[in-house]
């Protein structure tokens, strides 16, 4: 048997998927030049890591970084 909404539509997983999305994500994006860039997804098919895990890395040790500056205030 079908799974329904609330409502009782028919639910569908991927308006599902896409609706929360919408709500819990959000997009980064920066312009480099092409040679920077080409050299980045180098070395990251070469180390095998995937570019995203290097932004989430980054990203974290900012936070981290700025939370230890209010720590020290």
Excluded: H
Aim: hydrophobic share 25%; proline share 3%; net charge positive.
């Amino acid at each position: 048997m079908p799974r329904k909404n609330k409502d009782g539509n028919p639910f569908d997983q991927m308006d599902y998927i896409k609706e929360w999305g919408k709500e819990n994500m959000t997009t980064i994006s920066g312009r480099y030049k092409k040679e920077f860039v080409q050299s980045f997804r180098e070395a990251c098919k070469k180390l095998g890591i995937k570019q995203s895990d290097v932004y989430r890395d980054a990203m974290k040790r900012v936070i981290e970084q700025a939370e230890n500056v209010d720590k020290n205030q």
